[in-house]
Each structure stands twice: as structure tokens, then as C-alpha cells.
């Protein structure tokens, strides 16, 4: 459901309502106790109907009666230092008393203004940063990814239309904007013209492209990822301004079956999909300490080059347009990621052992029944004959 004004909800630390309670009913406790216990002190200075006040529970009659402003008038101080008392102490604490009873007003007055002066400085001071749109389970890995590759996270403006999903972002970090992305407005809350990224992660292919399209025409420069749910729709986000375009459904049909023929290159596949763990794929720019070499060198260094990005264009590692590093060269990366290297031992004593082909024969073993190469359908029809029991003649 769309919202009419978008709302922009930064990172704050929450509270239970069983502590904001408690510690009002606290501060209300203690403001009675320490009118009361000034109170009996100087009893000798108090007079009532009947004469001067002599137990507890007349300075708690008076401390709760002046706490909360009723003041009936049947007792008072009768003496300068009493009246001063009452000036310097008890009037503090009734005010701090009635600030606790009406305590939900001000704390909403006191949060709306935080709210707007935190909003108007995040406003002031953000830039360069990445909006993501949708908190789906495809917009939570993408800010998952960006998190565990050392992206902070409160650079990180997620627009959502749903409350649950707005908060879960905040939660874990980042700026929060609820409404609906189609709309102009809430792209320029979540300070779309001045970033840097875009990741476009709706439910939709068709609200995907309309929030391209409207990102693009805002932010002129600013690298723009989207996902498609299908295949068709991966051109119309490329004209419409995505310059990254991942087909979810497809990419992980590929996958599936990439891990069925090819369990190796799919592990390879999931690790470096996985920052945490195993291989890591990166992109930076050339170290002054790699300029002059070749791409090749950098093996040594624990790192496989696989494109290098030379005046806004790519060189593949297969095309050889590249023999040394030049200043100003960014490269694409594989290397092993040391952050996490006993998540990587885990996943090598879980892999499925492969037993060795001593016998001399294919392994056929993931081939569909009938699809065994050098062996024809008549040969596997006699065989199959062959091993059949012998029918007994009963008669």
C-alpha cells in the first residue's frame, strides 16, 4: 500500500515499555519519599488545624497533596526557613513530578522534534552514499554483501513500503524510508540524487523498471544494480538505465544444475557468493607496488586477476590486452578471504568424497539411466535379458 508522505526513519537504540514505565513510576516514587522525609525533618516548622504536624503520615499527606498542585491549605509552613525550603526543594520536585504525569505528551513533542532535527542534519550532511530499494530477502542479502565487505552500514538508505521491513533495516543499521519507490518524492527523502548506488530489489519487474528509470533521471551518474525476475524483462532495465541487470530465477536455475553435473565449479560458485567464507571476488585499483607488473604476478600474491578496467573499458584475463599494470587501472579480483579461514576447513571436511576411478571405467554415476556413452540400446537390451531368471515350466 502506497503512503502519502514518506517517512524517513534513522538507526535508534529501542527501549521496552516496561522500562520506560518503570522508571517513571521511579522518578514519581522518589520525588513523594524525598518531599516526605524533608517534610518530617522540619515538622517543628508546619502547622495544621489541630497545631504542628508530628508523623510520618502527616508529611506524606502534605508531600502528595503539594506534589500534585491540589494544596488544600491545611498545612503549612509557618516559618522562613520552611517557606525557603519549599522554594529552593519541594518546587523543583513538583515540578519534576507533574513532567513525569504528563510525560507521554512531552516525550512525544520532545521525540517529533529530535526526530526533525536529526532528519534535516542527516539531510545536510549525506552523500555519496547507497539507497536500495526493497527489503525483501533479495534487498537484505544485497545489504548483507555490502556490510561484510567493510560498507558502513549507516550509508546504507533502504526505501520500502512496508513498516516491518523499514524497521528491520533500521535495525540493522541503516536509514529507513518508508513508502513507495515509484514515487519521485521518496527517492529525493532517501537523498537519491547525491548517491553513488542504486540497488534496485523490488517484488516486481515492472516496478523495478519504473523506479529505473526515475533513479536514472535522478541521479545521472550514480551506478545502478537491479534484479529481474525474468528474462525478458533484463533488456527493458538495461534501457532504462541499469547498468547491472541480475536475473534472479534464471541465475539460480543455473546454479542448481551447474551443482548437479559440476558439484566442484558450483562450490566454487557458492563461495564466492559467500564474503564470509571461502574465496572472495573483489574490485580495486592498482597499488603502486603492482604498477609494472604483469596481471600473472599477482598469483604469487594470492590473488587471480580477472579483468582489468583500463579508461572505462574491460580486459578480460583471456584477451591479452593488457601485459602490465598501468596507474590508474582497476582490477577484478579472486582471492582467498583470511577473515574467516576455519568457515572454509568446515566446508572441506563436509564435502561428499569422491572415491578414485581405480577400475579404469568412465564414472557414469550422475548420467541419466540409458545415457552411458559406448554402450548401444541393443547391447544394453541383452544384457538386460541376459540377467533375468529363468522361467520354470510348472506344468
Known amino acids: 500500500m502506497a503512503h502519502e508522505n514518506p517517512t524517513l526513519a534513522l538507526p535508534v537504540k529501542e527501549h521496552g515499555p516496561v522500562r520506560a514505565i518503570s522508571l517513571r513510576v521511579f522518578v514519581a516514587v522518589m520525588c513523594v519519599v524525598i518531599t516526605t522525609v524533608v517534610v518530617y525533618l522540619e515538622r517543628a516548622d508546619y502547622r495544621d488545624l489541630e497545631g504542628q504536624i508530628d508523623s510520618w503520615l502527616d508529611a506524606l499527606y502534605y508531600a502528595t497533596v503539594t506534589l500534585s498542585t491540589t494544596g488544600y491549605g491545611d498545612i503549612t509552613p509557618v516559618t522562613e526557613t520552611a517557606r525557603l525550603t519549599n522554594i529552593v526543594v519541594i518546587t523543583p520536585l513538583r515540578f519534576l513530578f ?40 533479495k534487498g537484505r542479502s544485497a545489504v548483507g554483501a555490502l556490510i561484510d565487505q567493510g ?5 546504507i538508505v533502504v526505501v520500502d513500503s512496508d513498516g516491518a521491513n523499514i524497521k528491520a533495516a533500521t535495525g540493522d543499521g541503516c536509514v529507513g524510508v518508508l513508502g513507495d519507490a515509484r514515487r519521485e518524492e521518496v527517492l529525493r527523502q532517501a537523498a ?63 546454479m542448481l544444475g551447474l551443482s548437479i553435473f559440476a558439484p566442484a565449479a558450483g562450490e566454487v560458485i557458492e563461495d564466492l557468493l559467500e564474503p564470509v567464507a571461502g574465496l572472495q571476488i573483489s574490485e580495486r585499483e ?9 596481471p600473472s604476478r599477482l598469483q604469487a600474491r594470492g590473488e587471480i586477476v580477472l579483468t582489468v578496467i583500463r579508461n572505462g573499458v574491460s580486459h578480460r584475463f583471456d584477451s591479452g590486452g ?46 541419466p539411466p540409458g545415457m552411458e556413452s559406448g554402450q548401444s540400446r541393443e547391447a544394453r537390451e541383452t544384457a538386460a535379458r541376459s540377467s533375468r531368471p529363468p522361467i520354470r515350466d510348472l506344468r
Open 286 to 294: 592498482v597499488r603502486p607496488e603492482d604498477v609494472g607488473l604483469a
Open 98 to 137: 507533574l513532567i513525569v504525569l504528563v510525560g507521554t505528551t512531552i516525550e512525544v513533542l520532545t521525540e517529533r522534534s529530535r526526530q526533525q532535527f536529526r532528519t534535516s542534519r542527516w539531510s545536510k550532511r549525506v552523500k555519496k552514499h547507497t539507497v536500495v530499494i526493497g527489503y525483501g530477502m
Open 322 to 367: 593488457v601485459k602490465v599494470f598501468q596507474p590508474g587501472d582497476r582490477i577484478v579480483v579472486i582471492k582467498a578471504n583470511a577473515a574467516q579461514p576455519e568457515a572454509l576447513s568446515r566446508r572441506s571436511r563436509t564435502r561428499r568424497a569422491v572415491e578414485p576411478d581405480v577400475s579404469g571405467l568412465a564414472d557414469h554415476s550422475r548420467l
Open 151 to 155: 560498507y558502513p552500514a549507516d550509508h
Open 192 to 254: 537519491l540524487p547525491s548517491a553513488t548506488q542504486v540497488i534496485v530489489a523490488a517484488d516486481r519487474d515492472d516496478t523495478s523498471v519504473l523506479v529505473t528509470l526515475t533513479a536514472r533521471r535522478l541521479a545521472p551518474n550514480a551506478t545502478i544494480a537491479a534484479a529481474a525476475r525474468e528474462e525478458q524483462n533484463i533488456e527493458v532495465l538495461r534501457q532504462g538505465g541499469a547498468d547491472v541487470v541480475i536475473p534472479t530465477a534464471e541465475s539460480a536455475g543455473r
